[in-house]
């Protein structure tokens, strides 16, 4: 694969933060069709500096060797996905996320950052296998 390196390609799928467009659909750079996992719309954090439908910021997998010039950033590395996560998610030092199993609140959990950016990391490393 030299050949793409020299010439500036990349081949690899990327982890993204995205918006949605301004029609309200979703980035044509994101990867979809994939049935083993969920490959965007995820870890939705609001913007309200910005207005709907693109007032969210989310994760999702860019094509194998998509344009991203339109998404919000790149995640590049697990460590950096694991900031990410813990930042949006912790306030002040406490853990405002919950997961939930079939909409029982009362049997929410606290979102565990390292636990997502472990699952999301290692289904990126499957979609580049």
């Excluded at 980035?27 to 939705?44: A, D, E, K, Q, R």
């Excluded at 969210?56 to 194998?64: E, K, S």
């Amino acid at each position: 694969m030299w050949w793409a390196w020299r010439c500036g390609v990349t081949m690899a799928y990327k982890l993204v933060k995205y918006r949605l467009e301004a029609n309200g659909t979703i980035p044509t750079f994101l990867t979809f069709n994939i049935s083993t996992m969920v490959t965007h719309g995820l870890f939705p954090v609001i913007d309200s500096s910005t207005a709907s439908p693109r007032d969210r910021i989310m994760l999702g997998f860019a094509n194998d060797g998509a344009n991203i010039s339109g998404a919000v950033g790149e995640i590049t590395s697990k460590a950096d996905l694991l900031t990410y996560l813990t930042n949006v998610s912790v306030v002040d030092g406490v853990q405002t996320w919950k997961l939930y199993g079939s909409d029982d609140e009362e049997n929410a959990t606290d979102f565990v950052p390292s636990n997502a950016a472990d699952g999301l990391w290692n289904n990126l490393e499957t979609l580049n296998g």
